[in-house]
């Protein structure tokens, strides 16, 4: 349910400086401000969450303006003055390119991971918890072999359908209320304060897409018809209006889904805040200690660009995964509660299962997981994780090899 998208990607391309270039008599391209047109900043990348602090996103490595940090600005452009129009558009082709293989990664690749990593959290009946990634990869191949590849990738429409609507709703409310969509610089308790109730807001709204998008990609393949594209949206306004497909009288009321759902938000999106500040502070003070120099590899110097604010993203992302694990447990299992959903049966990768779990709120979830499957019920499905972000990992490393091969051969 986390906003993925930063208002710096605009789903195209990125933004980078938007000053002309010089004509005759102009001055040389001497400092920063002059090379803006030819440096554009770190891509934010499609798919990971608003986490600046600032309006917009920094510029990596970026100090005091007019600040050179040891007599040299991180901004200044990693290709030579008398760079032609082909070293630019080799830049905006690498941050397109790196930008683009973090959402393919994100939102396509790792989808199977989070389809039965959601099948094994609600799925109360396994023995099996699949807290290693080797178990996990064995029952995605079972699945596979008895379903089809079509198992692995079911719901990954609604998934994004949520996104826009956190998005949309997101960028509404901030325009018609004084709550900051981001945080400047010089923060104040008050505006954190508006800026959570903004992300709170956010996350009721999206409430029942999200239960719909959730019944989407645990719901077996094989007892499901074919949804829909809006299906999503229609179940979700059904939900809120009390009319659409039939539920079962367990199915919780979306008051008492409120506050499990705004606080595991609120958590997800405090924490890789929190953790994306600090890894680029610490990326940035390592950055410093190795300046550039004027016989350093200037392709490796447009790759280190970008890479920083990946790193950072992806660690951010990774930490508040693994820290509220549990209780995103408990959420979905709150959530998928009274909605009739038939799931794979994690165990044995064929067979179905039905949920009917009776869970009165969110105590009774925790306390009965607790007492039923012990502590490492709550990481059910925790071996997806570990191959989701290891796939992540993978594609990162590939993609800066490509693109440093093909830059040097070019260059």
């Known amino acids: 349910m986390q906003p993925r998208r930063p208002d710096g990607f605009d789903g195209l391309g990125y933004r980078g400086g938007g000053q002309e270039e ?47 940090l040891g007599g040299v600005s991180l901004n200044d452009e990693p290709y030579p003055a008398d760079a ?27 989808h199977p991971c989070i389809v039965l990593r959601r099948q094994c ?23 596979n072999k008895t379903q089809g590849p079509r198992a692995l990738w079911k719901g990954m429409g609604s998934t994004f359908i949520v996104q826009g609507i956190t998005l949309g709703t997101e960028g509404i409310i901030s325009e018609f209320t004084p709550l900051p969509r981001e945080l400047s610089h010089k923060w104040s308790l008050r505006q954190i304060g508006g800026h959570l109730l903004l992300k709170s807001l956010t996350y009721v709204v999206a409430m029942p897409f999200y239960s719909a998008s959730l019944v989407e990609t645990v719901q077996s393949e094989i007892i499901r018809d074919n949804p829909g594209i809006l299906d999503c949206v229609k179940e979700g306004i ?17 008051m008492a889904l409120t506050f499990p759902t705004v606080l595991h938000g609120v958590l997800h999106y405090i924490i890789s805040s929190i953790i994306q500040k600090f890894v680029l502070l610490a990326l940035k003070r390592e950055n410093s200690q190795n300046l550039p120099t004027e016989s350093s590899n200037s392709v490796q110097s447009m790759l280190d660009a970008y890479f920083p604010e990946l790193i950072a993203s992806f660690a951010a992302s990774l930490c508040a995964d693994v820290m ?9 299992r709150l959530h998928i ?17 039905p949920i009917n779990t009776q869970y009165e709120g969110m105590r009774d979830c925790i306390n009965t997981i607790k007492r039923e ?3 490492l019920g709550f990481y059910k499905g925790f071996g997806a ?15 800066k090899i490509i693109y440093s091969t093909l830059l040097q051969n070019v260059a």
Not at 121 to 143: D, G
Not at 324 to 332: G, S
Not at 385 to 399: G, I, M, P, S
């Open 337 to 353: 509660q009274g909605t009739r959903t038939i799931i794979d049966n994690t165990d044995l990768g064929y067979e179905v299962l």
């Open 84 to 110: 032609g129009p082909s070293s630019e558009q080799l830049n905006r082709f690498a941050g397109f390119g790196i930008g683009l293989a973090s959402l393919f990664t994100e939102n396509v690749l790792a």
């Open 22 to 68: 010089p004509g005759p008599g102009a001055k040389p391209y001497s400092s920063s401000s002059d090379l803006s047109h030819w440096v554009s900043s770190p891509p934010d990348i499609p798919g990971s969450r608003n986490l600046h602090w600032g309006e917009r996103t920094p510029q990596y490595g970026a100090g005091p303006a007019g600040t050179p």
């Open 121 to 143: 959290q609600v799925n109360y009946h396994a023995r099996n918890y699949h807290l290693t990634p080797f178990t996990i990869v064995n029952i995605m191949y079972s699945i």
């Open 238 to 254: 059904g939900r809120v209006i009390g009319m659409g497909v039939p539920h079962s009288k367990r199915l919780l009321p979306l």
């Open 324 to 332: 509220i694990y549990p209780l995103e447990t408990v959420l979905h």
């Open 373 to 375: 499957e012990g502590m």
């Open 385 to 399: 994780v570990v191959v989701q972000y290891t796939l992540h990992v993978a594609v990162l490393q590939l993609t």
